[in-house]
């Protein structure tokens, strides 16, 4: 038996029968290109639209995911999937011009920013893996992605409860979750991650120099990006997820 057998196996049989009971676990021993990993090119995307575009193996997962929900009168509808580098920029650099130009400092401005936004080349949306979910047979507020929709009598708490008792045996998992102890990006109940694909993808970026991508790219704002804000950016906004996708 080859060391790459071995680990296959014992990925398989050791994280899918534990986490991933309904599903097979991707080989572990994939490579990633920087690319890939930070949305610049990934030959794995298919759809041809905003609202369609992914990883060809969320694509199929997903599909057998909302044909379950549909049973129980739950259209699930895709407000954000793939989101490339460059559109990641512009939502960065959008915010951090407005902030700025309002008066808030650029520490301030960052700060805010990654509330719920990621610095470009660090989105989980560049896998194509990550997706904002509603419901589309419920009636729609103004803004969707605001965490009380999907509580109590919100519109979509019928669709969050159903993710809660169904998602992962279809491969998604919450990413930020209601956790008082979780630090980085803030409470999202609308953001699910395909499981098979996005744990290999994170252990691959993990390896990345994110301090020289960071500065290479030269973002608005990247003068900022000290080795403590970097430190503390990778440590809580990256790796601070439910533990179930590391």
């Known amino acids: 038996m080859t060391r790459k057998d071995f680990l296959k196996i014992t990925a398989l049989t050791g994280l899918s029968t534990g986490l991933f009971p309904q599903w097979t676990y991707r080989d572990l021993q994939e490579t990633y290109t920087q690319d890939q990993l930070i949305g610049k090119y990934n030959p794995d995307i298919v759809g041809e639209t905003y609202l369609t575009k992914m990883h060809r193996e969320t694509a199929s997962a997903l599909k057998k995911l909302q044909a379950s929900a549909l049973q129980e009168g739950i259209r699930i509808e895709i407000v954000s999937a793939y989101r490339s580098f460059q559109r990641q920029k512009e939502i960065f650099e959008s915010k951090y011009r407005d902030y700025t130009q309002s008066g808030m400092d650029a520490i301030s401005a960052i700060e805010k920013i990654i509330e719920y936004s990621t610095i470009p080349g660090t989105s989980r949306h560049h896998w194509g893996t990550d ?20 509580h109590g009598n919100g519109p979509f708490c019928k669709m969050k409860e159903w993710m809660n008792l169904h998602a992962e045996s279809f491969g998604f998992f919450e990413v930020y979750t209601d956790d008082a102890y979780r630090k ?3 409470y999202e ?8 694909v996005s744990i290999p993808m994170l252990q691959a970026f993990k390896k990345l120099d994110l301090k020289s991508l960071l500065k290479n790219e030269k973002v608005l704002g990247n003068d900022y990006f000290t080795d403590t804000f970097i430190e503390k950016y990778r440590t809580e906004n990256i790796l601070d997820i439910n533990p179930k996708l590391l």
């Open 131 to 150: 997706l904002d979910l509603i419901d589309g047979n419920a009636p729609k507020p103004e803004n969707v992605l605001v965490a009380n929709h999907f």
């Open 184 to 186: 980085g990006f803030k």
């Open 189 to 196: 109940p609308w953001h699910f991650s395909y499981a098979p």
